[in-house]
């Protein structure tokens, strides 16, 4: 192979890398569309892949792994693998996905971001990863409950007060109820008390 030919091979070699950053740019750009990232991140070298895992939950500092001689590259990989994995759940998407995130990572921003996946979080308001929706709860916190009446159990709750009609009338129900009289209480005769002990005594028949 003569010096024309390497120089040939690696032209080609660059051209090769700069399309497929390119479409990978584009690709991160649609995919941070959706989840709402800035789409300038996604043609910085460093920062693109500091995003990912942002978006996937993680702080995107530990792109810095790749500093750290023998294992940092090999930490960066499994983190940026998770942080695919928690993409594709936003996205409903399976473990198929994520096998394909981490193989080939063009080929996976292009189906998420050129694809018809829609990024639940956008509509939810709230992470399904790193925190609670507070919507998913039976009862809502700082919102009032308009659902039925319902005792507590083990113990007396009063009967909520009923809406004034209009004209601030009351039902007719509640007059017919307040309207009845109360029934009297019930006097149980009893023998006048005694200081004499044998009136306690029974005596012998």
Excluded: C
Excluded at 40 to 56: E, F, H, R
């Amino acid at each position: 192979m003569n010096d024309s030919t390497g120089v040939i091979l690696g032209a080609l070699t660059l051209l090769l890398f700069v399309i497929v950053y390119v479409w990978y740019a584009l690709a991160l750009v649609a995919l941070f569309t959706k989840t709402g990232e800035a789409t300038w991140k996604a043609w910085v070298p460093v920062v693109n892949g500091a995003t990912v895992l942002k978006v996937g939950g993680f702080s995107p500092w530990l792109v810095l792994l790749n500093l750290i001689p023998l294992f940092g590259t090999t930490a960066f990989v499994v983190v940026f693998i998770v942080a695919v994995h928690r993409i594709n759940l936003g996205f409903d998407r399976g473990a198929g996905m994520t096998v394909l995130g981490a193989l080939i990572p063009v080929v996976w921003a292009s189906v998420l971001g050129f694809g018809t996946a829609r990024w639940q979080e956008a509509s939810s308001g709230a992470r399904r990863v790193g925190g609670v929706d507070e919507n998913s709860a039976p009862v809502r916190r700082g919102q009032d409950f308009a659902g039925p009446y319902v005792p507590l159990v083990g113990g007396w709750t009063p009967e909520p007060a009923r809406p004034a009609g209009a004209g601030g009338m009351v039902d007719d129900d509640d007059d017919d109820v307040a309207a009845e009289p109360m029934s009297e209480p019930v006097l149980l005769p009893f023998a006048a008390p005694s200081g004499s002990l044998s009136d306690a005594v029974p005596s012998p028949s």
